[in-house]
């Protein structure tokens, strides 16, 4: 973002950019929440982690001014000692200046987004705790390039819902009942994923076999991946000998990780 390059070079330059976070605040979350900013303004913190701590990488403009600065100073020392006439430039202290100063300038910004994350979390209720603790291995889709052709393109509502799930919240405009088995009670997320009779199980576990067999067609031939195993392979003879050709299967579990049954234990990697 081009205020964190003000932030590198300007000290204490955050009481300028008031503005900047009012809009994030109020305006952009809400939007791309697609809520009122009544329910975002609970998750600012939270977005302002890096998506591998459950945030969205929306930084505070007017908070991280002084971790910038220190860290563009300390990177740069080198840099800055030879303008202002102290040292002679030499391009092996330049980069042995930078490999010292990163490795440890990360661990701290490590250590307090660990800190940090773990405070927010605790301020919410139990479930949504067990959601939030998820998020920190399941935001991946967040950091990949739009693609046609990789099919990792979302609509608006498709990114807003996934949005909401990520944060324990119910997406907007669901219907009010069951499509499957006709329960005509409240329609909601947990339903959607627990119901037998709708077909939305099976096309979850359809969706993810499809993708899955699609990146495996870009590492073998098409015509070697199947969807289903084959039963009792012939083999193939060579030279009056029989040989079988070796082949690997792959099975994938798909539950809700927020059912009941699940309450006693904590499933980080299910998204």
């Not at 809520?35 to 303004?41: A, F, L, N, P, Y």
């Not at 509502?157 to 409240?186: H, I, Q």
């Not at 539950?255 to 299910?270: E, V």
Request: net charge neutral; aromatic share 8%.
């Amino acid at each position: 973002m081009e205020w964190q390059y003000v932030h590198r070079t300007v000290s204490d330059a955050g009481k300028f950019f008031d503005g900047v976070e009012e809009a994030i605040a109020s305006e952009f979350l809400p939007s791309l929440f697609g809520v009122e900013v009544d329910i975002t303004c609970k998750y600012r913190k939270l977005a302002e982690l890096p998506v591998r701590h459950a945030g969205l990488s929306l930084s505070n403009p007017t908070t991280n001014t002084k971790e910038c600065y220190k860290s563009s100073t300390l990177y740069c020392s080198h840099l800055l000692s030879t303008l202002r006439g102290r040292v002679q430039y030499s391009p092996v202290d330049n980069l042995d200046c930078q490999s010292e100063v990163m490795p440890e300038y990360w661990s701290r910004i490590e250590a307090a987004h660990k800190v940090k994350v773990k405070s927010e979390v605790d301020q919410f209720p139990q479930d949504t705790q067990r959601t939030l603790k998820r998020a920190k291995t399941t935001g991946r889709w967040l950091s990949v390039m739009p693609s046609h052709v990789e099919g990792t393109i979302l609509s608006s509502t498709e990114f807003r819902d996934a949005l909401m799930l990520r944060y324990a919240r119910v997406p907007s405009n669901l219907p009010t009942s069951c499509d499957g088995c006709g329960d005509s009670k409240k329609f909601d997320v947990k339903h959607a994923l627990d119901c037998k009779k709708g077909g939305l199980v099976t096309a979850r576990h359809d969706e993810s076999r499809d993708g899955l067999r699609d990146l495996l067609a870009h590492v073998f031939s098409p015509s070697r991946i199947r969807c289903e195993p084959m039963i009792n392979p012939a083999p193939i003879r060579a030279n009056g000998t029989k040989t079988h050709v070796p082949s690997a299967s792959s099975s994938s579990d798909f539950r809700n990780a927020d059912c009941d049954d699940l309450d006693s234990r904590f499933l980080g990697g299910i998204d």
